[in-house]
């Protein structure tokens, strides 16, 4: 019995050795599977893509109780490849519009949670940000269920030269925030931006309460904090709150509980990979009776539907128009590359600006 348990120590050591090298090879490669996300700007949670792993590698157990065990290892073994990531990510830099505690800020923080944020005055100064190498990425607002479109980012994706490569959805809870000793008694006046203002307009009136417009949530919340005035009162998030040491003193505010912002995160390479099921084109048509209806049509043909369609304003030519619509699919395909060159026989100018994994929340 005693030789049977020594044999056993010695495979169970042989093995372990074995699988300290390997071990060591899997990190490297993450090492490289690290790069590549930093490289396009993705996060480092790829829920599809381990799934399919730990399923791919568990069905090579046959033992159903070894199974089932193996399966919690697999789950270990990806935890720690995250975490290592984590680490890795500290010099990731990422570009947001905003100070410290603006919805970007907190968008950026949970997309990639151990990055370094950099905050830029306005969205072209963290777009530029990463086309001249201060920031890797940059994560900036295309859309407010409320608010409807963000203009200057979507005209600066259109010009410009990054790709997006994720977009995903942060909803909003406004919050009327005050000093440690304030109580909602107190308020008499409440300062925030004009939209979280809009948004809450109904909360504001029933309450009675002045109100004054700021830049943004987190410079009204800054605003509040650095005063000594109880009857002062900022709309803002949670997350504000904790950052300039207000309280929360009623939570949920705004008139429509639906507020949802989607961000885009920007990159210079555009991103291949297989959980991308989204894509983005941009193009301006021909100045042609029915050239607008022939690209949809062109669009419908190749059996891509259309989940978004927006005009923008052409700023070098009045009363012209260019397209940004986003379709289930994407474009590197034989059916994509048909869809392309049919596309561009009734187009100006016509541009793939990225792909995503559409309803990504964070």
């Not at 890795?88 to 923080?109: D, M, P």
């Not at 005055?121 to 407010?144: C, H, K, M, Q, T």
């Not at 507020?259 to 991103?271: D, E, G, I, P, Y």
């Amino acid at each position: 019995m005693a030789d049977r348990l020594e044999k056993a120590r010695e495979i169970i050591d042989k093995v372990d050795s074995q699988m300290a090298e390997l071990f060591i090879q899997r990190m490297k490669a993450v090492e490289t599977v690290f790069e590549y996300k930093k490289a396009y700007g993705l996060p480092i949670y790829d829920k599809k893509r381990e799934d399919a792993v730990i399923e791919k590698n568990s069905s090579h157990i046959d033992d159903a109780v070894i199974k089932e065990y193996y399966t919690d290892y697999l789950k270990n073994l990806m935890a720690v490849s995250r975490a290592y990531q984590h680490r890795l990510q500290n010099g990731l830099k990422v570009a947001y519009s905003g100070v410290e505690g603006a919805f970007a800020h907190i968008a950026a923080g949970r997309i990639f949670p151990d990055s370094d944020r950099i905050s830029f005055r306005d969205f072209r100064a963290a777009y530029n940000s990463v086309l001249n190498g201060e920031a890797d990425i940059a994560v900036l607002p295309i859309e407010n269920s409320y608010a409807g479109e963000v203009g200057q980012t979507i005209d600066l994706i259109f010009s410009g030269q990054l790709y997006i490569n994720g977009i995903y959805e942060l909803e909003i809870h406004q919050n009327l925030l005050g000093l440690p000793d304030a109580t909602v008694e107190d308020i008499r006046k409440v300062t925030s931006h004009t939209q979280a203002l809009g948004q809450c307009h109904d909360y504001i009136k029933l309450r009675g309460f002045d109100v004054e417009e700021a830049s943004n949530t987190a410079i009204a919340a800054k605003t509040v904090a650095e005063s000594s005035d109880k009857s002062l009162g900022a709309i803002a998030s949670a997350e504000t709150a904790e950052i300039y040491g207000l309280k929360i003193l009623e939570a949920n505010i705004n008139k429509s509980g639906e507020n949802t912002t989607r961000f885009a995160v920007l990159s210079k390479v555009k991103a291949d990979t297989a959980n991308f099921t989204s894509s983005v084109l941009m193009f301006t048509v021909k100045n042609e009776a029915g050239s607008l209806a022939n690209a949809i049509s062109i669009i419908g043909k190749y059996g891509y539907n259309m989940t978004a369609l927006r005009s923008r304003p052409l700023k070098k030519h009045s009363w012209q128009y260019y397209f940004y619509i986003e379709i289930d699919g994407t474009t590197d395909t034989e059916n994509g590359e048909k869809m392309l060159e049919d596309l561009s026989k009734v187009c100006d100018k016509l541009k793939i600006a990225g792909t995503f994994a559409p309803h990504s929340e964070i």
